[in-house]
């Protein structure tokens, strides 16, 4: 019990509280939660990044699976190569693109990170559209510059080498909920 009060004291100073709203397409909650099921992840919650919206507007979020709610959410940079630019990702799976992949990915594994928070998540591609991500050194992490509130209609000024970046605000918030975690969690990259 005394876990569990310690727990809700760190999401309240965090900020973390379920939010409301059709950000994320009822079909692609069910279809991430069957996902989950079949390849024995954890079915709490899920990570989903819709790059479809404009990268100064919140576009990561966690999802948890039993409030039937975002409870965290943020900015997320993309990938840099391929002709990316702030407004609108390319997207690849080739090692050295420096493109943001779409896809199923499944993260574990905390580790340093010489960026933002220090922490970063390995990832690795489920699907033919991202299965070079653990070679390609893809992580989720956070980098100091990221804003931790929207700046809608300005962009991101900077972009990654492929990988999901947060804003430190927003990965401490996520830091807390993977790093107990048992089974991996999904992240899922679309547009």
């Known amino acids: 019990m005394l876990k569990l009060s310690a727990i809700l004291f760190l999401f309240t100073l965090l900020g973390l509280k379920p939010t409301t709203g059709n950000k994320i397409r009822e079909e692609r909650i069910n279809e991430a939660l069957a996902f989950c099921h079949k390849n024995k992840m954890d079915t709490s919650i899920a990570i989903m990044v819709d790059m479809s919206i404009h990268s100064g507007k919140n576009r990561i979020f966690v999802y948890d699976f039993k409030q039937k709610a975002i409870t965290v959410e943020g900015l997320c940079a993309h990938g840099v190569g391929g002709g990316s630019t702030p407004a609108k990702p390319v997207f690849s799976n080739k090692e050295g693109s420096y493109c943001t992949s779409l896809g199923k990915y499944k993260v574990k594994g905390r580790s340093y990170s010489n960026w933002g928070i220090h922490v970063h998540y390995k990832m690795f591609g489920l699907e033919q559209s991202n299965s070079n991500a653990f070679k390609r050194i893809v992580v989720l992490h956070s980098y100091t ?47």
């Open 145 to 191: 510059p990221v804003p931790n509130q929207e700046i809608y209609p300005q962009t991101l000024f900077g972009q990654s080498a492929g990988c999901p970046v947060l804003s430190d605000g927003t990965m401490l918030k996520i830091d807390v909920l993977l790093k107990n975690r048992k089974k991996p969690v999904l992240l899922w990259i679309y547009s």
